[in-house]
């Protein structure tokens, strides 16, 4: 017979309270031509729109949790989303002590097909005014997706190769929410590019180059 485990002050693990844990996920994705955008589901209890999500069965792994409710609430599969931050305030949820453990997936929307009659894909200055500290989650992922795009030409692979130097930076644009300077956006970016023979016309004039990424 095993010894029951105590601690330095003779507590055993059941002796102290335990948060909830809860998995939620912001999908991110920039679908043609519009602005970042982020995947909202609808929740069939008090209707209003959220990030997916859902608390962690016991014996579940994280990464189970997040796949099992995108698609159980999105409808969404074939994802591979990643840890973003924990966020652990004990105030922030209304239900009570939850830690959430969020996470992030930047998917191209060619790729993202969610259920339409539960699930919406709406630009990341829409989705405020959510519950349980949704905002805070997807302020943090857009945060850390800018950042990577900031140094790099579409890390996340949001652009299908190959593209021109145009159809890069209007991807940037829309990532990092704001204009981008052309020349230098070029620039910046040439070095970390391999050009192709292919060219594509994008109205009058030469042809433009296309280039895939390093």
Known sequence: MTNEYRDADGKRLTDYPRPSVAVDTAVLTVPVGGPLSVVQVLDAVDGDWRLPGTFVHEGERLASAVLRSLEAKAG??????????????????DRGWVLSVAHVDVVP???????????????VTSATGMVHGHDDIVDVAVASLRSLYAAAPDPRGLLPEP???RELRRVHEAVRGEALLPDSFRRAMLPLLTATDAKRAEGPGKPATRYRRR
């Open 76 to 93: 969404v599969t074939g994802l591979a989303p990643e840890q973003l931050h924990v966020f652990d305030d004990p105030s922030r949820d």
């Open 163 to 165: 593209f021109t130097m």
């Open 109 to 123: 929307a060619a790729a993202l097909a969610v259920d339409g009659s539960r699930a919406r894909v709406v630009p």
